[in-house]
């Protein structure tokens, strides 16, 4: 997408974010430190983004079989949680946002970097508690 074109119309955000990493427990190694999702728009003349912020959930920690899963909990509240899963044996990623109890958005992939760009490139979704700049 072109500059004159975000310009006019906003545009879609990605983030990668940093790893997980707690001394003594590497097993969250595989995980995100906290996921945002983001959105920006042109509204009366001034470029408006709007983010939600997403972070872990210890306590939701679990393995079965090769997959480990932890729930992620928007930080503004209301319904809006993620599931991120890593296969332990096909080294790869699965996320899903839950917006009011519903999937609102999959993603799945091998590597870091491309599995957290296709997870947040489509940004906020209707519902999703989040703050605006």
Request: proline residues 3%; contains cysteine.
């Amino acid at each position: 997408m072109s500059f004159e074109n975000i310009r006019k119309n906003g545009s879609f955000c990605s983030f990668i974010p940093r790893r997980l990493e707690i001394k003594d427990r590497p097993e969250l190694n595989n995980f995100p430190l906290n996921v945002l999702f983001a959105k920006r728009k042109i509204e009366n003349g001034q470029l408006i983004t709007g983010f939600a912020l997403y972070e872990p959930d210890l306590t939701s920690l679990k393995k079965e079989g090769d997959e480990w899963s932890m729930n992620y909990h928007n930080v503004y509240g209301g319904d809006c949680w993620l599931r991120v899963v890593y296969d332990e044996e096909k080294h790869s990623y699965m996320g899903e946002k839950f917006i009011d109890g519903k999937s609102v958005v999959q993603a799945f992939g091998t590597k870091w970097d491309m599995f957290f760009i296709h997870f947040t490139m489509l940004g906020l979704a209707n519902g999703e508690r989040c703050e605006f700049k």
